[in-house]
């Protein structure tokens, strides 16, 4: 078995967890996943006869060329982009269709709750009201709730890597990686 699904579920894990706490998606794992995976794919190539990694390149290059556009129009963080060609590099562009469709649905529910959630509060009875907004100011102020917000410093959004993560997390446990590369 190759390494590179396992490298690609561990750099999941880790831009998941730092998505949904703090809404960033660290450089400094992406490029050490990243020339990690280049150098064994060209040393398996070089020195060892693999086939060339042809499609494990242009992934890197179709995953950072489908999500800059987004990013462009500030739609989309730079590390979601970034995230997003380490992916193609890792698991080839076959890849990608399906782990952006996957997340782009994911993100969508999101994106509703997200704009039905205020609607939903005036349809609720006066003392619902009144006790949904006091469950949520207890949740504010515990310590754990006040921490992530600061690591957010002031970031908001749908942690979007993480449910690209998700999605590249699932396509690897279904088995579907073998069949695309």
């Known amino acids: 078995m ?3 699904p396992v490298l690609a579920v561990l750099l999941s894990a880790q831009v998941a967890i730092s998505d949904l706490y ?8 992406l490029l050490c996943v990243g020339v990690t995976a280049l150098g064994g794919l060209l040393w398996m190539w070089a020195v060892r006869g693999a086939p060339f ?3 494990h390149l242009a ?9 800059l556009p987004f990013y462009a129009l500030g739609w989309m963080g730079a590390g979601d982009v970034k995230y997003f060609a380490v992916l193609g590099l890792l698991l080839g562009m076959p890849a990608l ?7 782009s649905l994911l993100a969508g529910a ?3 709750c997200v704009l039905l959630a ?7 009875p006066l003392r619902m009201q009144w006790l949904q907004a006091r469950a949520q100011e207890q949740w504010q102020a515990r310590p754990f709730v006040r921490q992530i917000h ?19 997390v699932g396509f690897i446990a279904c088995g579907t990686y073998g069949a695309s590369s």
Request: proline letters at 7%; zero cysteines.
């Open 2 to 4: 190759s390494l590179l």
């Open 22 to 29: 703090a809404r960033r998606v660290s450089n400094r794992w």
């Open 53 to 55: 990694p042809g499609m």
């Open 59 to 67: 992934g890197a290059v179709v995953g950072l060329a489908a999500l």
């Open 97 to 103: 269709l399906p782990i952006w469709v996957v997340s």
């Open 110 to 112: 999101h994106a509703v």
């Open 118 to 124: 205020p609607g939903l509060r005036t349809t609720l």
């Open 150 to 168: 600061a690591s957010r410093q002031g970031r908001v959004g749908i942690p979007y890597a993480a449910y690209l993560a998700f999605a590249t």
